[in-house]
């Protein structure tokens, strides 16, 4: 920092005791030393004061002017210019600082004319309020888009919460509702099962009371058990015939999980819907969803097979399962009906077969028997084609040799009730695998039999694919 003393000892140096060394002596008259420094001034009132400058003994009556001190100030002025540290008009350290002239300042300005009626204060607090508010400059912007962003966020994520909600319920809604219609069955199957189970208590009870008096009777002489026998031959043609099976005593599995997903999806169609921002982007959206066109039916299937939970695979099983012997079951075959029945227009289904050693798929009349053992024939009310040690062959009377170029993964079955056909396709191929013509039925169930221990038979799904035209 620049200090005006050191200009001062660039002119004198001092000894030990203040007195100007070399040749400079304090004598009796003028001070040598000041003489030294000021050749100019002849005053014998100049004298040196001991402290390394010089002043009059006498009063300020006197003004001497010394022109060798200028240009030593003026260098002293000009390196306060370039001392940041320091005022440029005061040359004092920079203490304060202006408002209105956003400049730094030192004491004697707040006081000079360049500064009247400005504001100043302290340089410390000065720097940190400029810092602070040049940041707010600088980042501002981003400070700005930094909260809108965040605002942003909270109303995106309070939207997607809220949208979410309305499917969630919906879910839950559809949830209640199914399972609200499967208790429902329940109950009506149980109410059925009751009243079946009263019916039988009453003709048990019947029953066992002609038996005992049969054998009261049987215990009496001969002339009065002769004398009664009308009557009590009378009452064994009154014994209730032997309990039959009910159809439809089980739940209707199928009903319940065949396509679940799918038929959710189709009824959530009605909640969904499509914003313009989206129509704006593309005007045709394609959405597309996966629906298995038919189920396996449990309440149909022998017990050598093993279905799966969604109702879509079937694996022959190495031991044979305990399952209630219901009318609509299959006793012996290794067979099972799809749960849809069908009646009339044109239905395809399509099951992977790859490497299955031993199967047969088709169609079947609704009014075949399913109890005993089957001739797989269009006369019988069977349509279908099998594999078996190695040979494709359709099931006709006689069976017919298929022809194929490869060995197919999937086979397509196709009933056209509009047309009287069965057709059987290899999906990757254009020319059907067989084709049964003059099918006349009223109504029919897919059909499927496996003996493949190793390789289950699999019911695929299809893409079913939807378009949203533009609003009109």
């Known amino acids: 920092m620049c200090q005006p003393t050191s200009y001062m000892s660039a002119f004198v140096s001092q000894s030990e005791d203040g007195s100007p060394k070399g040749n400079l002596k304090k004598e009796g008259g003028p001070s040598e030393a000041c003489r030294a420094l000021f050749p100019g001034i002849t005053s014998p009132n100049l004298v040196w004061n001991g402290e390394g400058s010089c002043s009059q003994a006498s009063s ?115 949830e209640a509702s199914r399972l609200s219609m499967l208790r429902e069955e329940s109950d009506e199957k149980k109410e059925m099962m009751l009243q079946r189970i009263e019916d039988l208590e009453i003709d048990i009870a019947s029953l066992t009371y002609t038996i005992r008096v049969v054998e009261q009777e049987m215990r009496s002489l001969d002339v009065p058990f002769l004398q009664n026998y009308k009557d ?32 959710v999806w189709e009824r959530m169609k009605e909640i969904i819907q499509y914003s313009e921002h989206t129509q704006h982007i593309k005007p045709k959206v394609d959405l597309f969803t996966f629906k298995v066109p038919v189920t396996l039916d449990p309440n149909t299937s022998s017990g050598c097979f093993r279905i799966s939970e969604d109702l879509t695979t079937l694996q022959c099983c190495s031991h044979t399962l305990r399952l209630p012997e219901n009318p609509e079951r299959f006793d012996l075959g290794a067979e099972v009906l799809a749960s849809e029945e069908l009646g009339s227009g044109k239905h395809s289904w399509d099951v992977e077969v790859r490497n299955n050693s031993y199967w047969v798929i088709g169609v079947v009349s609704a009014s075949i028997n399913r109890k005993g053992k089957h001739v797989l024939t269009p006369a ?93």
């Open 60 to 174: 300020m009556e006197e003004l001497i002017v010394n022109t060798m001190l200028e240009t030593p100030y003026e260098s002293f002025m000009e390196n306060c210019k370039e001392d940041t540290f320091l005022c440029r008009e005061h040359g004092e350290p920079l203490t304060l600082f202006c408002l209105e002239d956003l400049e730094p300042s030192c004491n004697q300005c707040e006081s000079s004319v360049n500064h009247e009626g400005h504001r100043l204060y302290s340089l410390l607090d000065a720097s940190r309020d400029c810092k602070v508010g040049l940041w707010l400059v600088l980042f501002g912007r981003y400070a700005q888009h930094a909260t809108e962003q965040a605002h942003q966020e909270e109303s995106a994520e309070k939207q997607i919460q809220e949208e979410f909600e309305v499917l969630h319920q919906f879910l839950r809604d559809e």
């Open 232 to 263: 009590t031959i009378k009452r064994t043609w009154r014994i209730p015939p032997d309990p039959e099976l009910v159809t439809g005593s089980l739940l209707d599995v199928a009903k319940h999980l065949g396509s679940l997903k799918f038929k």
């Open 380 to 472: 019988e009310g069977f349509w279908t084609i099998r594999f078996r040690n190695g040979e494709y062959k359709a099931c006709t009377a006689p069976w017919s040799p298929l022809t194929m170029s490869r060995e197919p993964l999937v086979v397509r079955v196709v009933m056209d009730f509009n047309r009287s056909r069965v057709t059987f396709y290899d999906p990757r191929e254009k020319t059907p695998l067989f084709t049964y013509r003059d099918v006349n039925i009223q109504s029919a169930f897919p059909y499927f039999c496996s003996a493949c221990k190793e390789h289950p038979l699999r019911l695929l799904s299809t893409k079913i694919s939807i378009k949203t035209e533009d609003p009109i």
